[in-house]
């Protein structure tokens, strides 16, 4: 099913205060998961952008589990709740959700390559570059996603789910 539109339009932006911000709201409805609110937010001024992605039903806490063994796997589309820790044990990362987490909509790729830009200039030696063989398809990982919310998803037939 496709993300329906619920709302767009243009707003001040909160950054150059342009009246440029297109905003716009859509309601997915994601397998196993249930209601979503996706939220993007661009402003073709200053060029500066937010998307967010709210539930709108809270489920069973769950713990998902993927191996990551071939470069096709990387390209799995993962929902990452707002309330989600991930962890990846072969590359010692543990991110665990904070006040201010947006959920995202992303591939098991586009994870590793938000934990790297979260790293910044503090990724550095053998874990960064274990992180970037991983995200190249060199090595095989897990990724573990513990959910409290129910809501996180990766669509695979490979991915293992288990009550928290």
């Avoid at 993300?3 to 709201?25: F, N, S, T, W």
């Avoid at 960064?128 to 669509?155: H, M, V, W, Y």
């Amino acid at each position: 099913m496709e993300p329906q539109l619920l709302y767009e339009g243009k707003h001040k932006c909160p950054i150059c205060h342009a009246d440029e911000m297109i905003i716009r709201e859509y309601l997915y409805d994601a397998p196993n998961v249930g209601k979503l609110e996706l939220s993007v937010w661009e402003c073709q001024n200053c060029g500066y952008r937010l998307r967010d992605v709210k539930p709108l039903e809270f489920l069973t806490p769950i713990k998902l589990e993927l191996r990551v063994e071939k470069e096709e796997d990387l390209g799995t589309v993962v929902y990452r709740s707002a309330f989600a820790n991930i962890v990846i044990p072969e590359l010692e990362i543990e991110v665990t959700a904070g006040e201010a987490y947006q959920g995202v909509l992303t591939t098991v790729e586009g994870v590793l390559e938000i934990i790297i830009d979260q790293l910044g200039e503090n990724c550095e030696g053998e874990k960064c570059k274990k992180l970037e063989e991983a995200k190249n398809g060199r090595i095989p990982f897990t990724l573990i996603i513990n959910d409290e919310s129910g809501l996180s998803f990766i669509q695979s037939e490979k991915v293992r789910i288990t009550r928290l």
